[in-house]
């Protein structure tokens, strides 16, 4: 890839990861609009590297009291500070995992055109915005088991090119009554498993293929992708305190009516 390329296109990736606009729209979108080539496994592991380290490092405090919590719950066999949290983020993770292994390559080879990215990018977006109608008063520690695999199962959508992991998990998030915030937040702590495994497979995947990988595109995709991630998280977070989701719908349909027209 030309350092052009790596550069606007790890910036998108970073800037739409974890907000609710489906980054797989934007990724299909630039490259066919201005004529580059595909980006290539070597690309997906630096922006994976890249977001990863910018969730672990916005949620740092957050996540080292959940890994130290339930540490401690399992030892004294009872719930203790965050570890229920942690737990949650375990068990919310496991149906998209689960569906990952099994068939997720399939979804994405099958399902990766652009009118299916835009018929799902347009249609998350009314979920979307029926759902931050609820109006939510509770924070991520109150959620259930089973609000938490409704979050869950939720995620399972993501492997469809379109939904927007994010998006799709903020809103059952909203569905079963969080803020809008918690919602984000619970979002983005369970990215933090799902992007590692991403991220590994796509780099096992690279290393199988024994591909000549040119590390110093690596880090720059993986550090434009790491600062405009921890950027986007942190004035997202801001931003739905004063904006709410409203902005972030009107963009999903604008973007998916952009897909109709110039893939129709």
Do not use: N
């Not at 907000?19 to 990724?27: G, I």
């Not at 009291?65 to 737990?87: F, H, K, N, V």
């Not at 990952?100 to 998350?124: C, D, K, M, Y």
């Not at 915030?181 to 991403?198: C, G």
């Amino acid at each position: 890839m030309d350092w052009l390329h790596t550069v606007v296109l790890a910036l998108i990736q970073g800037l739409t990861e974890f907000l609710p606009v489906s980054s797989s729209a934007h990724l299909i979108l630039v490259p066919r609009v201005l004529g580059w080539p595909d980006q290539g496994q070597a690309f997906d592991v630096a922006v994976h590297v890249g977001t990863l380290a910018a969730v672990v490092g916005y949620f740092r405090v957050q996540l080292m009291t959940m890994a130290r919590d339930w540490t401690q719950s399992l030892i004294a066999r009872r719930t203790i500070g965050e570890s229920m949290l942690a737990w949650g983020v375990i068990v919310g993770t496991l149906p998209a995992g689960v569906a990952g292994v099994l068939g997720g390559a399939l979804l994405e080879q099958h399902l990766r055109s652009p009118l299916v990215i835009a018929a799902a990018t347009i249609g998350f977006g009314l979920l979307l915005w029926w759902a931050d109608k609820k109006d939510g008063q509770r924070d991520e520690s109150s959620l259930s088991w089973r609000e938490v695999l409704v979050i869950g199962f939720a995620q399972v959508l993501s492997l469809i090119p379109g939904p927007s992991r994010s998006g799709i998990t903020i809103t059952a998030g909203l569905m079963v009554g969080l803020r809008a915030r918690a919602a984000a937040r619970f979002s983005f702590l369970l990215s933090v498993p799902i992007i590692a495994a991403a991220g590994s497979l796509h780099a096992v995947a690279l290393i199988k293929a024994g591909a000549r990988t040119d590390w110093s595109d690596v880090a720059l995709g993986a550090t434009v992708a790491a600062v405009s991630a921890f950027t986007c998280i942190h004035v997202f977070l801001f931003l739905l305190e004063r904006v709410g989701m409203l902005p972030f719908i009107i963009y999903r349909l604008l973007l998916g009516a952009a897909l109709v027209v110039l893939f129709i």
